[in-house]
């Protein structure tokens, strides 16, 4: 079983709509959640780091669920330009803060 | 503000042959640094990673070797490179208990 387990989609939805990803991590010494978004051929960048209680950056909206081990990312009236794989990401903390990517959801955002 | 430099963007290498990598980190000391590696329409997967000079942990038996010999500077190396050494390779870096930053990356093709 993976450690961090996405949807890998694609999730085509028109310009306008609201989409939701989730996600969710087998350890449960995960410490911090974050979601990056990769766009083809380059870089992840991130997007947003996950609290449990709930974070909003504009459009953008996430969740964590730590008994369930569940994360989400809502994105609200989708653009063109958000199109992109989004990619959600476990860490252990400690000195050596290493990540655990899950494969990624790619959005298809639609004119 | 912190920056991180990869070189080269792409590289095309013939089966055999070494490879060096180069990833350096401005603008903040004694960061955690990471190497790396996604493979076509896979996840990311962590390589090496390094809390300090010197100082190399591997994830994954593999063909490949890290060093980081200043403190700001992490090279990825291989003596003779695989077909199955192909992919994306990038480096990233953090402070502890901070979300992790990636270069540019370095798209490698083996031949």
């Known amino acids: 079983r993976k450690e961090v387990e996405q949807d890998p989609g694609p999730f085509n939805v028109p310009e306008g709509a609201t989409v939701a990803f989730n996600c969710t991590y087998s350890?449960?010494?995960?410490?911090?959640f974050f979601w990056y978004r990769q766009d083809c051929r380059k870089e992840p960048k991130l997007l947003m780091s996950?609290?449990?209680s709930g974070n909003e950056d504009g459009r953008f909206t996430a969740q964590l669920n730590r008994a369930s081990q569940y994360i989400s990312l809502l994105i609200r009236d989708s653009k063109l330009s958000d199109s992109a794989t989004y990619l959600c990401v476990a860490s252990y903390g400690g000195a050596t803060n290493k990540l655990i990517f899950g494969t990624g959801t790619l959005l298809a955002v639609q004119p | 503000s912190q920056t991180i430099h990869q070189w080269p963007a792409t590289l095309v290498q013939p089966v055999g042959s070494p490879l060096s990598l180069e990833c350096t980190v401005e603008?903040?000391?004694?960061?955690?640094l990471y190497w790396y590696r996604q493979a076509a329409g896979r996840g990311l997967q962590l390589l090496f990673y390094s809390v300090g000079i010197g100082q190399i942990s591997s994830e994954v038996p593999q063909n490949l070797s890290a060093s980081r010999p200043q403190d700001r500077q992490f090279i990825l190396s291989s003596k003779k490179l695989l077909l199955s050494d192909s992919g994306f390779y990038l480096c990233a870096w953090a402070k502890q208990g901070q979300p992790q930053h990636f270069g540019d990356g370095t798209r490698l093709s083996i031949l």
């Open positions: 350890n449960s010494a995960s410490q911090s």
């Open positions: 996950v609290y449990s």
């Open positions: 603008g903040t000391s004694n960061p955690n």
